[in-house]
């Protein structure tokens, strides 16, 4: 698990262009939006193709993307759990 | 400053190839959205709005014949065929030539011949062509302008500000005529662009309606001239009077959160025209059916005080022809002004936004004076132009 | 009613400058990226969005950038200052990265945060959501550099009252060559306000010209 989530923030650092960020930076269970990294609506759309590209996983209805992009951690879970579905 | 008149106009669009055959289908309420299964636009179906390419290509032939052209048609790309039948429609009635030093060439495209990008299509055509002034060059050497063309590509607000342009410009005069034409086809890129947004609707889009879910795409190419000579014209022809553009400065793909941009626009088009909220007839607004953008609309129109004035978006007929999309709307404003006419803005049923804008549930006829025809883009921007009959 | 051109940027044969000044050079590069990077990094302007640009945004952003550092925007009326730009590669340099994600139907993956740059006028939306601007909205396309287009359709927005003043200019880049040239247009006034960053060259075609010549 710890070492999905330090392989996903490096995957959301490179896929959203944040430059100025490290996985250092980032707190596993921080909200990834919001005050926090300064994502938009773009980058949610972004996270849904870093799924479907690094992983599989098709998220239809991007309402869903809301629970599932809250944190490293909870896309992590998501991963872990469809993955062994 | 000049009064601007328009002289003649086209629409091709899956509704057909001349004005009058889309005001028929608008008029009888028939839908250009259809379910398409093209694996090269799209892996999986999807309503689209397209042109026959049957009968674009035997029109083609007609126009080649008609100015005398011996080149091989496969020598033009299939945009280039949409300008080209476009502008030799709406000219072929009116005593207005390309060749004249009065005369300016105006074209608006978001993306022009992007398909060629595309590995099953490279080495057609030589790789210049992809360039928007490359293709209009041959837009031009075709009909023979005299001057180059004027190009914008400004996103969804293209054909309008190719409208506002050539507006401004025969106003003061710098010229007399102007033929301004504006297209887009579908192609694998813009729909795959769009799809990535998971702004396109499975079903034919629904502006203004409560249970709208996105927008659909279509392809097309309008032309409308303009002349500042009246001469030239029978009747009362309807005339431009104001317009304007604004930029939201808030988010790149995401519309405005207040409204307030877009109504600027409105309101400076009022200005100039000096119109009043009560001299306007109707809005055809853009109306792309997502979520945020007829939320937004609906915000600027409660703004400009245009609550009353009944709104319409034909996006419904053909969807979003990008592009095309301003000049084609404006050619059937000017129409619906002319013949008095309240077009339904197809797949409304249930208000859905957060003010109580006049959607037209139903095709009426209605004495009217003005149009304000409006846009919205990526990029944050906003235009308004505004359209008058001459009161005979 | 005149014009001048109070401000102007240029980026082109790797070196930046503002109201004919060197800024900054550079003769090591190979990519746009790796010119660009480090410049930004020297403004130090705390403006993250700036990564997530394509490289046509980030080439509009830094001349435009430099243009007002030499102006006090917040002396205008923004909803009055427009932005009229042109040239010759539209956004094909983003187009081209787009396509890359939809040639191959295994690896179909086309990205939102492209695609959306896939538009020039995007450059227009993030100089004017940088500097708050509202006023009128213009994206042309030329084969070459034309002063001529440029001028007559900022003058005519002039003519018509439609601004108080505009960015104009030209920003080209395709494949890792870029050029851009951007002038801040206002009023001529008789007595130029106490503002000395200011330069107060008559606005013209010719003027365009002879700015864009000197390399």
């Not at chain 2, 099953?120 to 060059?137: C, G, I």
């Not at chain 2, 001299?279 to 853009?286: E, K, P, T, V």
């Not at chain 3, 109070?6 to 050079?25: D, H, P, W």
Request: hydrophobic share 40%; with cysteine; proline share 5%.
């Amino acid at each position: 698990m710890e070492d999905l989530i330090e392989k996903l923030k490096k995957e959301v650092i490179e896929q959203l262009n944040l430059e100025d960020i490290s996985a250092e930076d980032i707190d596993a269970d921080s909200p990834l939006f919001g005050e926090g990294l300064g994502l938009d609506s773009i980058d949610a759309l972004e996270l849904i193709v870093l799924l479907e590209k690094n992983y599989g996983l098709k998220i239809e209805d991007p309402k869903d993307g809301k629970k599932i992009f809250h944190s490293i951690r909870t896309m992590a879970d998501y991963i872990t759990e469809y993955q062994r579905a | 400053m000049k009064e601007v008149y328009i002289a003649g106009d086209n629409i091709i669009s899956s509704l057909g190839f001349t004005t009058t055959a889309n005001m028929d289908a608008l008029r009888s309420g028939q839908i250009g959205l259809n379910l398409v299964t093209d694996p090269t636009l799209f892996p999986s179906p999807l309503p689209l709005s397209l042109v026959d390419t049957g009968v674009l290509e035997e029109q083609f032939r007609e126009v080649l014949t008609l100015r005398g052209k011996t080149d091989s048609p496969q020598s033009f790309t299939r945009l280039e065929k949409f300008f080209i039948i476009s502008i030799h429609s709406a000219l072929a009635p009116l005593p207005i030539v390309p060749e004249d030093t009065g005369t300016l060439f105006v074209l608006s495209t978001t993306k022009g011949n992007i398909e060629l990008l595309e590995v099953r299509n490279k080495n057609q055509f030589d790789s210049r062509r992809v360039f928007l002034w490359e293709m209009a060059h041959v837009v031009r050497d075709f009909f023979g302008f005299a001057h180059p063309p004027l190009i914008v590509s400004n996103a969804c607000i293209s054909g309008i500000v190719a409208l506002v342009v050539a507006f401004r410009y025969l106003r003061t005069g710098m010229y007399e005529h102007a033929v301004v034409s504006g297209g887009d086809i579908l192609s694998e890129f813009v729909i795959s662009g769009f799809q990535s947004f998971q702004s396109l609707s499975p079903t034919p889009c629904r502006p203004y309606d409560a249970g709208r879910d996105g927008l659909s795409l279509g392809e097309g190419a309008g032309t409308m001239v303009l002349t500042t000579d009246r001469r030239l014209l029978k009747g009362a022809p309807v005339r431009i009077t104001g317009a304007a553009t604004s930029n939201d400065a808030n988010h790149i793909s995401g519309p405005s959160r207040t409204g307030e941009e877009l109504s600027l626009a409105m309101l400076e088009a009022m200005k100039e025209a000096a119109l009043s909220p009560a001299d306007i007839g109707f809005i055809n607004a853009h109306g792309t059916a997502t979520p945020f953008n007829d939320e937004m609309e609906s915000k600027s129109i409660a703004l400009a005080g245009l609550l009353d004035v009944p709104v319409n978006s034909l996006k419904g007929y053909w969807g979003h022809t990008l592009g095309a999309a301003g000049v084609i709307e404006s050619v059937v404003a000017v129409h619906a002004l002319e013949d008095q006419l309240l077009i339904r803005s197809a797949g409304f049923e249930t208000p859905g936004v957060p003010h109580p804008i006049r959607v037209i549930s139903e095709t009426v006829e209605q004495p009217m004076n003005s149009c304000l025809k409006t846009a919205s883009g990526f990029g944050g921007c906003n235009a308004a132009i505004l359209f008058e009959r001459t009161i005979p | 009613m005149s014009q001048s051109i109070t401000a102007y940027s240029q980026i082109r044969s790797s070196c930046i400058k503002v109201n004919g000044s060197i800024e900054y050079c550079d003769e090591n590069f190979i990519t746009f990226a790796e010119f660009i990077k480090p410049f930004f990094k020297h403004l130090n302007l705390g403006y993250p969005k700036f990564y997530k640009m394509d490289p046509l945004s980030k080439l509009g952003f830094i001349a435009a950038e430099l243009v007002f550092r030499k102006i006090n925007i917040a002396l205008y009326d923004r909803n009055r200052v427009g932005i009229v730009l042109a040239n010759a590669s539209s956004s094909l340099d983003t187009d081209l990265a787009h396509q890359r994600t939809i040639d191959n139907r295994s690896q179909y993956f086309p990205s939102p945060s492209v695609f959306v740059y896939t538009l020039p006028n995007i450059m227009i939306g993030e100089i004017c959501i940088r500097h708050q601007l509202k006023g009128e909205n213009g994206f042309l396309i030329s084969e070459k550099f034309d002063s001529l287009l440029l001028f007559n359709y900022v003058n005519e927005l002039f003519q018509h009252h439609r601004v108080d003043a505009c960015l104009t200019g030209w920003v080209d880049l395709l494949q890792e060559r870029f050029e851009a040239l951007l002038l801040f247009v206002e009023p001529t006034t008789k007595a130029p306000a106490e503002e000395p960053l200011k330069v107060s060259i008559p606005f013209s075609a010719e003027a365009m010209d002879t700015l864009y010549k000197i390399t």
